[in-house]
């Protein structure tokens, strides 16, 4: 990364994070100093947050599309459980209806 040359010439887009982190580096008393301006040079080169914040924003759009189709699920059951049950087959409604039209 030293040369300052991107991949197809010119300079590199990480260029300026290590200009800034070996200004710091030159510059400090102790290395330690530099961690925040090294941490934004090497998030730049490989965006391991970037890929980690992905990762976790993806695992919990799976985790949410799983929970809108299990609740679809059990609402369907509902819905099927309510259509097959045993009140039209006693013909229970069907002779209070009939009782109330006969009054």
């Known amino acids: 990364?030293?040369?300052?040359?991107g991949f197809k010439g010119g300079r590199s887009r990480c260029?300026?994070?290590?200009?800034?982190?070996?200004?710091?580096?030159a510059l400090?008393?102790?290395p330690e100093e530099c961690v925040l301006q090294r941490d934004d040079y090497l998030e730049?080169?490989?965006h391991s947050k970037e890929i980690l914040r992905a990762k976790v924003?993806?695992?919990?759009?799976?985790?949410?599309k799983e929970k809108r189709a299990k609740?679809?699920?059990?609402s369907k059951k509902k819905v099927d459980a309510a259509a097959s049950s045993n009140v039209?087959?006693?013909?229970?409604?069907?002779?209070k209806?009939?009782?109330t039209e006969s009054a």
């Open 57 to 64: 924003i993806q695992t919990e759009q799976f985790k949410q």
């Open 71 to 74: 609740e679809a699920a059990e």
């Open 88 to 95: 039209p087959r006693l013909n229970a409604v069907e002779e």
């Open 44 to 46: 730049c080169l490989h």
């Open 1 to 5: 990364m030293a040369s300052g040359y």
């Open 28 to 30: 400090a008393d102790k």
């Open 15 to 25: 260029y300026p994070y290590w200009q800034e982190f070996h200004k710091c580096y």
């Open 97 to 99: 209806a009939k009782a």
